[in-house]
């Protein structure tokens, strides 16, 4: 298993090469690695019956318990099957289908078709993640295609996100599940599922991720947009692969999640919906593509439903629509895009009498929608009738189920038979379209897939091998249901026919029912939804970015204080009882001095010439400085005065080559009164926490000591003694320090003596270089 | 200081030198070592040979100083501190130097290039006012040798920085951190001011830097101050030890914690503290950003670790709140604002604020898997982000790096290598599977899980989805648009660049294929020293 998916991962980085060595008709050779993993699949089913299930695993991390983990058990081998078969056929169709851009998107086919492998096998469900994730990758790269449209950039885009975004979630919904469980196997999750705690979080994100990766509504509008993609890519993981991953998770997850009160009403609510709604945006279609796109994801909303019943009968129905569908829908694009590709259009109200010009070609389409509208014998039929058993003996709410899968199905008919019609049918007044003959390999896999359909349909018991199995995780009624094309005259059969009768009456008053759908007022539009979601966040974002990030300092600047308000502030303010501090010694002194540093302050802030902003802070120091020594600290009082002093002159020194005045400031009150709150703020609780924090003191101050060594020192002075005594090393550090950056500051004085400019030459050259700037113009 | 060791001091008794663990302590020392010595040669040889001088000693600093870490690994077994408990060597700490060392590796490569830009991306005489005569003439071949060669002080500011944020991430207490924190932010906020070209910019960020670093270190100062009056001491152990005890003044430890983490954020550019972060990434040369987002993200959050594990874990109910704040702010800035950026080290800068916010849920986890994944994170983060500046450095036109997003169009049309590694390592800052990103987020997003913080989880999950958006589309523009008619040029890097570039590239690859090799390092007994 693994070295099947190493080898489709190892490969891929040879296809370019292939492809430009022998041309797109390489991929024929290509095609050649999932066909031998669909042959070893098959080996695997006779083990299946007896109950052997091969199993393997590699460690990745033993210290995180990170492992690759695979087992192959019914669901899995079922998946193998459809990922690995519909893998060959598409990307041997490719051969014929795709031209220039053939390497790339082969490569990526490839790679996506062993994540889709190791994705279904995969028994840890970190190791689910990891492909699922790739495959998202490798979805958005073949959406993007050449990307020269808009249009696919868009699609690529969106594809991603949601299910990115899903996946995310999706991986925390694992991680919440493994911790809760103790382990992060799958197999031994099912085995002892974990209940309460954290399992109903876990059991509704893994839903989510679940439903946007299958395009479950809301979610669905990425998979008609991601229709932009080349046929083989939307053929094969926009229907039958990819997509299925989260119906696969679904189904998976359900036999050990189903108690999780919410997990049956949600997954039933929302599958059963999504197909009635697809189905029905599916008959407005005119884009045989975005028809199917539709198709698919009502479809999916059915797997939904099924696998999320929990019953013994659902689980068979939904194994069986999963492989009748990822046939028949794989087929039909394959057929699109066929007659795309030979008529040049796919566009409904085009094409015209297509069929008659390749009847292969519609004998082929004719099998698949067969089994799409549930017709006998194909397997779709099959997939039906179990799915109408599955709710027919339950009670009220199985029946409303019941109700809402026969409109489903009924609308299914009508625009299977929409498709056969828009794309072979011969349109009274549209002119013929001109077709060329398609070659044989093209049409090849298409038609395999297409009878595969039908034997499948013929032959129940190679369906009941490969799906009673799953069924089994659930108890089985008494009657145990078989899938058999004749079941006898059993009302589910009665309601099959009236189903396809009322599907074909929808059909041909088709006309009718558009009309009266136009006046009904419009659905919520989920695209439109996301679109808004998308725009409005770059709005936030534009808006944002304009406000904060204008370059701006000061702005930056407010922004921290404002955060330190907000934090350190408020935890001052509410967080601790304001200690009340010893009244202060006051001296009547204190008052003028205060009043001049204040004023100064605020002088500062009016100031437009260079020289008076920094004469005025000089006086806040000055000021400062006098209340030291008011406070009996004359030696600190005398550094602060010689540091204001020196300061003074270096900038006036400075200010020699700076214009007299300030830039004019942004007068704008809306701008400044933010910060003049923030500046406010700032210095009320600088002040309010100096004056908390010398009464929050509880150690004793270590001045107090100072004082009392002093004597020891043999110091009158106690400054003195902290200077050259207490703290002699401290000085000696300072003292070097100080040296140091009178060297630097010398030396740079020096260096800009040495290398003075001459202005005249300046300007000169500033002339020069202006006139050579003209010529350029 | 206490009372008993005044009364030491006072007694005057002899003064014990501390016990020095040479062995532990020499990577600082040989990076310091080299350091003066690359002052040295700036001062004693001749400009024309210093680039060459510069560049091995740079480099033999680095290496011997690997070497030398590398040999005492192998002899480490206990965690202990060393220089009178200035210092603790214990697994985060070597961890981090040994991520340290081999980031700062690459990025003097990148530093040291100069095939990219002819002469190097740093201006020849930083002193020059841009625009004018002189700095004209530096540009200027003179005499048809080319333009002047750069100013080769970066060399030794570089591993004066890289010897500040290894002592950063190994200080035990308080004041050795901001001690370590000036030492490295000083050569940076000087380094910022290099660029060859866009001189205003570069010039104008350095200012930027510095005016808000200082800011910073001050609330970082006044945060220490405050936590010396509470606990009496500065030392992380002992800060511990006091919050236990519980019968101190909670205003101070809050307070005192509150604006410490200010300063400590400002450095990691943590948002709301980010608002330098993208004007200094686009503004700084090129290099010098990936050395600023690599290592300095490592030695701030290696800082932000230790400080909330060690000193304050016992405390930690009555803060984390605010910090789970700042964690979401800080993801939901970095995602939702890197949307709309058009210049690409603009957007990376802004990733690196979402990832800082990552980096913190991981960092809140105040488990032994909290700390281990967030130093793995921070291990495979600075790899990417080292490379992804690496091939911004490529993309040039006529006037240098062709930053705008627009002239990335259609790169993969020109040179398809370039393109499919930048998209590898954008996906690897989007954390998708099999590259170090997702490990390093799947392991950080589980500590916090079972640390019980889903809710922040859920959040930063959300987020990362959101910014998934901006790296997708780069991939977009890259391989779906047309390239432009007069679009940028990849130049061909030279050895240098490109070794520095492989390696970051190798590095995401091997953390995301085979994390082990660094998981099982990280593991179980990641215990700080006592």
């Known amino acids: ?777 | 200081m206490n009372v008993s060791t005044l009364t030491t001091v006072f007694a005057q008794g002899p003064v014990e030198a501390p016990a020095i663990d040479f062995a532990a302590v020499a990577p600082i020392l040989i990076v310091f070592g080299g350091a003066c010595l690359g002052v040295l040669v700036e001062a004693f040889f001749p400009r024309h040979t210093r680039w060459t001088w510069q560049v091995v000693l740079a480099l033999l600093s680095i290496g011997t100083a690997g070497l030398a870490f590398g040999l005492y690994l192998r002899e480490f077994t206990n965690p202990t501190t060393t220089l009178a408990d200035r210092l603790a060597v214990d697994r985060p700490a070597l961890f981090l130097w040994g991520t340290l060392i081999a980031l700062a590796l690459a990025a003097v490569l990148l530093i040291a290039d100069r095939t990219i830009e002819p002469g190097g991306s740093f201006v020849a005489q930083a002193a020059v006012r841009a625009g004018s005569v002189q700095d004209h003439a530096l540009n200027i071949a003179p005499g048809g040798t080319g333009p002047a060669g750069m100013r080769t002080e970066i060399f030794p500011l570089t591993l004066f920085a890289l010897g500040g944020m290894m002592v950063f991430t190994a200080a035990n207490d308080l004041l050795t951190m901001f001690i370590a924190l000036e030492v490295l932010s000083l050569p940076l906020y000087l380094m910022c001011g290099l660029a060859r070209r866009r001189r205003l910019l570069s010039q104008e960020a350095a200012v930027k830097y510095f005016l808000l670093g200082a800011f910073a270190s001050a609330f970082f100062l006044y945060g220490l101050a405050l936590l010396y009056g509470y606990a009496g001491s500065v030392k992380l152990t002992d800060i511990a030890t006091a919050t236990t005890a519980g019968d101190r003044s909670d205003t101070l430890l809050f307070v005192g914690l509150g604006l410490l983490v200010v300063g400590l954020m400002f450095k990691a550019s943590v948002g709301p503290f980010h608002a330098w972060t993208p004007d200094v990434y686009q503004g700084a040369p090129t290099p010098v950003t990936a050395f600023m987002a690599a290592c300095t993200k490592v030695a701030a959050f290696g800082a932000i670790v230790r400080v909330f594990h060690v000193a304050f874990q016992a405390s930690s109910w009555e803060w984390r709140g605010v910090l789970w704040a700042i964690a979401i702010a800080s993801m939901a800035i970095g995602a939702v604002l890197g949307l709309t950026q058009t210049d690409i080290k603009r957007m990376i800068a802004y990733s690196s604020i979402a990832h800082a916010g990552f980096l913190l849920v991981g960092a809140l986890a105040l488990t032994e898997e909290g700390r281990s994944a967030t130093l793995f994170y921070l291990l495979a983060y600075g790899f990417t982000t080292l490379a992804v500046f690496g091939i911004i450095s490529l993309v040039r036109d006529a006037d240098g790096e062709a930053t705008h997003l627009s002239q990335w169009a259609g790169l993969a049309k020109r040179s398809p290598v370039t393109a499919w590694v930048f998209t590898f390592l954008l996906l690897a800052l989007a954390g998708i599977p099999l590259t170090s990103g997702f490990i390093g987020k799947f392991v950080v997003f589980t500590a916090a899980v079972q640390d019980g913080m889903a809710p922040l989880v859920v959040i930063a999950l959300l987020m990362s989805a959101v910014a998934a958006f901006f790296y997708l589309r780069v991939v977009v523009l890259m391989f779906f648009s047309d390239p432009a008619p007069d679009g940028p040029t990849v130049t061909v890097p030279g050895v240098f660049t490109t070794v520095a570039i492989t390696l970051g590239v190798l590095v995401t690859l091997l953390l995301g294929v085979y994390p082990a090799v660094a998981l099982d390092w990280v593991g179980p007994g990641l215990a700080f020293a006592p």
Not at chain 1, 207 to 222: D, I, N, R, Y
Not at chain 1, 311 to 317: D, F, I, K, V
Not at chain 1, 430 to 438: M, N, R
Not at chain 1, 744 to 772: F, M, W
Request: glycine content about 10%; hydrophobic content about 55%.
């Open chain 1, 1 to 777: 298993m693994l070295f099947l998916i190493a080898v489709h991962l190892a490969l891929a980085a040879v296809v370019p090469l292939l492809v430009r060595r022998l041309g797109p008709r390489g991929l024929l050779g290509v095609a050649l690695v999932p066909a031998i993993t669909f042959g070893w699949a098959l080996t695997q089913v006779p083990g299946l019956e007896r109950g052997a299930i091969h199993q393997e695993t590699l460690t990745w991390s033993a210290g995180l318990d990170l492992r690759f983990d695979f087992r192959l058990d019914a669901l899995a081998l079922l998946m193998l099957l459809l990922v690995s078969g519909v893998g060959a056929a598409v990307l041997a169709y490719s051969a014929y289908y795709l031209g220039g851009d053939a390497g790339r998107v082969g490569a990526l086919l490839l790679v996506f078709a062993g994540a889709m492998a190791g994705l279904v096998t995969a028994d840890h469900l970190v190791t689910l993640y990891v492909f699922w994730e790739l495959t998202t990758v490798c979805s958005f790269l073949l959406i993007g295609e050449q990307g020269i449209k808009e249009q696919s950039r868009r699609a690529a885009i969106q594809a991603a996100l949601v299910t990115m975004l899903g996946g995310l979630l999706m991986l925390l919904g694992f991680v919440l599940l493994g911790e809760a469980a103790g382990t992060y196997r799958l197999s031994e999750i099912l085995a002892a599922p974990p209940h309460g705690g954290t399992v109903p979080a876990a059991a509704a994100l893994i839903l989510l991720g679940a439903f946007t990766k299958s395009a479950q509504l809301p979610f669905h509008p990425w998979l008609p947009a991601a229709m932009v993609a080349p046929t083989p890519v939307s053929a094969y993981l926009h229907a039958a692969a990819m997509v299925k991953a989260g119906v696969y998770l679904i189904a998976r997850l359900t036999p050990g999640l189903a108690d999780v009160p919410f997990w049956r009403p949600v997954a039933l609510t929302v599958g059963l919906l999504t197909l009635i709604v697809a189905a029905w945006r599916a008959l407005r279609e005119t884009d045989l593509k975005k028809l199917l796109a539709y198709g698919t994801v009502s479809e999916l909303g059915l797997l939904t439903a099924l696998f999320g019943a929990a019953t013994h009968t659902a689980a068979l129905a939904g194994a069986v629509m999963l492989l009748a569908h990822g046939l028949f829908k794989a087929t039909l694009f394959l057929v699109t895009g066929i007659v795309d590709h030979q008529a040049g259009s796919r566009d409904l109200r085009e094409l015209s009498g297509v069929g008659q010009r390749l009847p292969a070609l519609s004998a082929v389409a004719v099998l698949a929608a067969a089994s799409m509208a549930g017709l006998p014998p194909f397997l779709g039929y099959l997939g039906k009738e179990a799915t109408y058993e599955a709710f027919w003996h339950g009670d009220t709410p199985d029946h409303l189920v019941l109700v809402a899968l026969a409109v489903g199905f009924v609308l299914t008919v009508a625009y299977s038979a929409r498709f056969l019609w828009g794309a072979f049918a011969h349109k009274p007044g549209v002119a013929a379209t001109k077709v060329t003959l398609p070659a044989t390999g093209f049409v090849l896999p298409a038609g395999v897939l297409g009878v595969a359909g039908l034997l499948f349909g013929l032959w129940p018991h190679a369906s009941n091998v490969l799906a009673t199995p799953y069924a089994d995780h659930y108890p089985s009624p008494v009657e145990r249901y078989h899938l058999a094309l004749w079941q006898g005259l059993t009302p589910t059969l009665v309601l099959s026919a009236l189903v396809i009768v009322l599907g074909l009456v929808v059909y041909a008053g088709l006309d009718r029912i558009t009309a009266v759908r136009q006046r009904l007022p419009a659905l919520p539009d989920a695209e439109r939804a996301f679109e808004r979601t998308v725009r409005g966040v770059n709005q936030i974002a534009v808006g944002a970015t304009r406000y904060t990030q204008a370059g701006s300092l000061p702005l930056y600047l407010t922004t921290i204080l404002l955060v330190v308000l907000v934090g350190p502030g408020t935890m001052l303010l509410f967080g601790t009882t304001l200690a009340s501090p010893a009244p202060p010694d006051l001296v009547a002194v204190q008052l003028p001095l205060a009043v001049l540093v204040l004023g100064a302050a605020l002088g500062v802030l009016r100031a437009r010439n260079r020289l008076s902003a920094v004469l005025m802070v000089g006086v806040v120091g000055y000021g400062v400085a006098g209340l030291f020594v008011v406070h009996g600290a004359p030696d600190l009082a005398l550094t602060q005065f010689l540091v204001e002093t020196l300061t003074l002159v270096v900038v006036v020194l400075v200010l020699r080559r700076m214009p007299v005045r300030f830039t004019p400031l942004e007068r704008s009150w809306r701008l400044r009164w933010p910060r003049w709150i923030a500046a406010l703020g700032v210095g009320l609780f600088v002040g309010t926490f100096a004056v908390t924090a010398t009464a929050a003191r509880t150690v004793p101050a270590v001045s107090r000591e100072y004082a009392d060594r002093s004597e020891e020192a043999g110091a009158r002075n106690v400054v003195n003694a902290i200077l050259v005594d207490f703290r002699a090393l401290d000085t000696l550090g300072e003292i070097s320090v100080l040296a140091v950056t009178a060297v630097g500051v010398a030396s740079l004085v020096l260096v800009t003596r040495l290398s003075a400019i001459k202005p005249r030459r300046v300007r000169q050259h500033a002339a020069h270089n202006r006139r050579t700037e003209e010529d350029r113009r």
